[in-house]
């Protein structure tokens, strides 16, 4: 009897060690990352990395390009499953822009993305969301450690976020962004991350940005001339009433009922635009800006050469996103 009380004693002296060291364990690589944060402040980085989105029974892949100069520098390219880079976004101290190369457009507005929904692909913010989320769970299996939790800002597409580090380097490796029903709606597999990169003031400057794609500028006009309007897939149940301007370069969708909105589409010019109150809304692959108002609300983005306007007093912000993510996998009519 005496034997079997040493033996109980000392099993459960294992288990409170092993359930001591688990909980040290996490305790230890939340330090670690948030020293690893500290050091992103004064540290330059850049990445590459593959984003898959599945939606509707469709997957759409893009190529991503972020270059990261502390503490609030940054630039987000977004290119096709080619590699060829379609827009931009650029955050430095004067403002945030998004460009779009081949169009030599520019869009000026304020908002803190990075924070929110833009974290997804800069390292330095998936570490802050790590960190600052009380509900996340952590293990490791091999040279991998993963970290579950809810999505800061979730919506009617995302609700649960999964990131995987390297266990040595803490390198990025994958986010996995899950729907309700816990779904993979998005996968970003990182191919690539250095640190100490030393990056030229041109790299972060929008108007640069956007004359380096006058070369070719000329082939993506071409390219988008014989695309017409592209309507929605998604419309509340709106009856459509298409409205051909003079100009047979614009088309407006106007959709009536409850539920109504919108939709323009049209070649943009080349220049600088400025949408001062809007802030960025990631379609996963392409950025929107959205502007709310106490009667109308403005969606805008550009996608394939064309630029798309979206105006409704009755949608929601996740209805519109829903509206503008059915456009984005079409070809005009």
Known sequence: MRKVAVWVMAVGLVV???????????????????????????????STAVMTVQMDNSSQSYYIETSYEGPNTYKI??????????????????????????????????GNWAQNQGHIYLYDQILKQIIDNKNVKYSQSGE???????????????????????????????????????????????????????????????????????????????????????????????????LQPQDTSATMLRYSGNQGFTLE????????????????????????????????SQMVWLNNGVEFALTSNDLTLDQMEAVAMSTLAQVGK
């Open 144 to 242: 991998s450690m993963s970290f579950v939790m809810p999505v800061t800002s979730s919506n009617d597409v995302v609700k649960t976020e999964q990131v995987e580090l390297n266990a040595k380097t803490l390198d990025p490796q994958k986010v996995i962004l899950y729907d309700s029903q816990k779904k993979a709606v998005v996968t970003i597999d990182f191919t690539s991350f250095k640190t100490g990169v030393k990056f030229q003031s041109a790299e972060f400057d929008p108007h640069k940005l956007a004359e380096a794609g006058s070369s070719s500028s000329k082939t993506a006009a071409a390219s988008t001339s014989d695309i017409g309007y592209i309507e929605p897939n998604v419309t509340y149940g709106g009856k459509l009433t298409v």
């Open 16 to 46: 409170a060690l092993v359930s001591g060291c688990g909980a040290s364990s996490k305790k230890s690589v939340m330090a670690d990352l948030s020293t690893e944060t500290q050091n992103l402040e004064a540290q330059n980085y850049t």
């Open 77 to 110: 390219a977004l290119g096709d499953g080619n590699k060829n880079i379609n827009q931009i976004i650029v955050s430095n101290p004067n403002g945030m822009f998004i460009v779009s190369p081949s169009l030599q457009k520019v869009f000026r507005f304020n």
């Open 265 to 296: 589409e049209f070649r943009p010019n080349p220049g600088v635009d400025g949408l001062a109150n809007a802030q960025l809304v990631d379609m996963y692959g392409v950025p929107a800006m959205y502007v709310g108002g106490s009667k109308a």
